[in-house]
């Protein structure tokens, strides 16, 4: 687990774009994302992003999409979970299919997921992001190598 604190947007999105240069390597992975309204869960998706040279702009532009889908190498799938409040819309989604195909699924909201397969929680990478004052947010990573931080 790592405790990270940043200053700005960038850098939120810095740490995102070196979780993203991770998987990419992997060419898979799992990412679920916690924290309230503006906490910087999309800032920190268009870092992860634009590891696999998606464009920021693309990047939670739609505030109506629930599922991204972009046919990058590997694919990378963006879900954002906040206008789904019941259980059975999240499993109408499909978002279990998402998370076993082939490619990096990312998962914004992932408080509103109730029961996560235990294999999956153990697989996924999670960031939870709070906030401090207007510009600086504390984030917890908690999945991923100590390298990644060196
Ligand atoms: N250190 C920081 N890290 C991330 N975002 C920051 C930071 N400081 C200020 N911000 C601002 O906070 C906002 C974060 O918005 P963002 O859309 O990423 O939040 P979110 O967690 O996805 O919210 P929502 O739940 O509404 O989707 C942006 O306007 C960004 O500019
Ligand atoms: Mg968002």
Redesign the pocket.
């Known amino acids: 687990m790592k405790k990270i604190i ?4 960038e ?3 810095g740490w995102g774009f070196k979780i993203g240069e991770s998987l990419k390597i992997k060419e898979a992975g799992i990412v679920f ?1 916690y ?12 870092g992860i992003a634009s590891a696999l040279n998606i464009p920021k702009r693309d990047v ?1 532009s739609a505030s109506f999409v629930i599922v991204a889908e972009y046919e990058t190498s590997p694919p990378f799938h963006h879900i ?1 979970l ?1 206008r789904l409040e019941r259980d059975d819309d999240i499993e109408a989604l499909g978002i279990w299919e998402y998370i076993d195909s082939d490619g990096i699924t990312v998962v ?2 992932a408080e509103r997921l109730s029961e996560v397969p235990e294999e999956i929680l153990k697989e996924a990478i999670k960031v939870r ?1 709070s906030h401090c004052n ?4 504390e984030i917890i990573i908690e999945g991923v190598p100590d390298s990644l931080f060196a």
């Open positions: 940043t200053a700005s947007p850098g939120t999105e994302l924290g309230d309204l503006g906490a910087g869960k999309t800032v920190f998706i268009k939670g954002d906040y914004e909201w992001i207007e510009n600086s947010r």
